[in-house]
């Protein structure tokens, strides 16, 4: 009796389309990464000068507020009350005074609301909110 041989089968990997997927998995995670822009800060000695003018108080003020309702003013903690009092403080009739609000998306919108009417009532008319 003979047997007739069956031909052997090729169990090799095709390369060409594992290669595909690999290149198309490297363009979707590179396209969707969120590039985050961090703030660099440099240490840098300045000349001084006999006429120069120390300007203390910067021309915008960022004020964050996060979802929990906590405010911070320049990077300093502070409550509803303190702000007020803090932008009473503030000479804005002498030089144009703006205001950028940074507030967390779950914050309920009248939080917002209420530090722009007291940035208002302080006389900072030019406010903006920042987005993503």
């Not at 031909?7 to 490297?26: G, K, Q, R, S």
């Not at 006999?50 to 300093?76: C, H, N, Y």
């Not at 009350?81 to 403080?89: C, D, M, P």
């Amino acid at each position: 009796m003979r047997f007739r041989r069956e031909d052997e089968e090729n169990f090799a990997m095709e390369m060409t389309p594992l290669i595909d997927v690999v290149f198309l998995l490297i363009i979707f995670f590179m396209v969707s990464t969120v590039f985050v822009e961090f703030n660099r800060h440099m240490e840098i000695n300045l000349p001084t000068s006999k006429s120069s003018v120390i300007d203390e108080e910067p021309k915008t003020l960022e004020i964050k507020m996060s979802k929990d309702k906590q405010i911070f003013l320049a990077g300093k903690s502070t409550n509803i009350l303190g702000l007020e009092r803090t932008l009473g403080k503030l000479d804005v009739k002498s030089k144009k005074q703006t205001a950028v609000i940074r507030a967390d998306k779950m914050l309920p919108y009248g939080e917002v609301i209420e530090v722009m009417g007291l940035l208002q009532k302080a006389g900072i008319l030019d406010i903006s909110v920042a987005v993503k």
